[in-house]
């Protein structure tokens, strides 16, 4: 069964700095992985989608990557501002299946200090 | 881009009432929705897959009587938890997915709806 892991559970920041966050799953065998944003008490803001067969993907200061053999991916946040503050969840869809419901982490809580 | 959108976004009611959440693709068809709940500090678990024109597939443990899917048309899908209890009370988030886009396109989320029961 798929499993996904998120490292750090909580992370404070000053403005400015650079900073990573990280998220495994158990099974590489997966189509794609999506990384949201969850405000508090907020629905879901999708920020990346990264395809199987990419191994990044970039929108403005975001950067994801997917390592699939290592079951790895990461978020990389550029320059980091107070409005970044906010819940980071990754998921994945369950392992050889399309189309279907998504499984998250408990997420990343991100804490950026002015 | 593809908007789920999801009402109410908050209710509060006492112990035995019904509550009705509606969860609408607003400018795609979705063959497909998907209900989440989340409690505090924890992540999102899937409760039931939305199937449009069929029974709903609900995940283990989850009560099909109490949780009650309705997903009478492309672009709209309803949960209804019935005799709602205070352990009911939670965080409850719909999403959806263009059907005819593929893998390429991401799962779109509505802004959930939080439910408290007295």
């Known amino acids: 069964k798929q499993e996904v892991t998120q490292i750090p559970a909580a992370l404070s920041v000053p403005e400015g700095e650079n900073l990573v966050l990280n998220c495994s799953f158990t099974?590489?065998?997966?189509?794609?992985l999506q990384w949201f944003r969850q405000d508090p008490g907020k629905g879901l803001t999708s920020l990346l989608l990264?395809?199987?067969?990419?191994r990044e993907q970039t929108s403005g200061r975001l950067n994801a990557s997917l390592d699939k053999s290592s079951g790895r991916s990461t978020l990389y946040i550029a320059a980091s501002q107070p409005g970044d503050s906010a819940t980071y969840l990754c998921?994945?869809?369950?392992?050889?299946?399309?189309?279907?419901?998504?499984?998250f982490g408990k997420g990343t809580t991100l804490s950026v200090s002015s | 881009g593809a908007v789920v959108s999801q009402h109410p976004s908050w209710v509060i009611c006492k112990s035995g009432t019904s509550v009705k959440i509606e969860c609408r693709s607003l400018?795609?068809?979705?063959?497909?929705m998907f209900w989440y709940r989340q409690f505090p500090k924890q992540s999102l678990m899937l409760m039931a897959t939305s199937n449009e024109g069929s029974k709903a597939t609900y995940e283990q443990g989850v009560e099909k009587d109490k949780f009650l899917i309705n997903h009478a048309s492309l672009t709209l899908s309803t949960l209804t938890v019935t005799s709602a209890h205070p352990e009911d009370s939670s965080f409850y988030i719909c999403?959806?997915?263009?059907?005819?886009?593929?893998?390429?396109?991401?799962?779109?989320f509505g802004d959930g709806t939080r439910l408290s029961i007295l």
């Open positions: 999403s959806a997915r263009p059907w005819d886009r593929g893998q390429v396109e991401p799962q779109h």
């Open positions: 099974d590489s065998a997966i189509y794609n």
């Open positions: 998921a994945v869809p369950p392992a050889n299946q399309a189309g279907t419901a998504l499984i």
């Open positions: 400018d795609f068809q979705a063959t497909t």
């Open positions: 990264i395809q199987s067969s990419q």
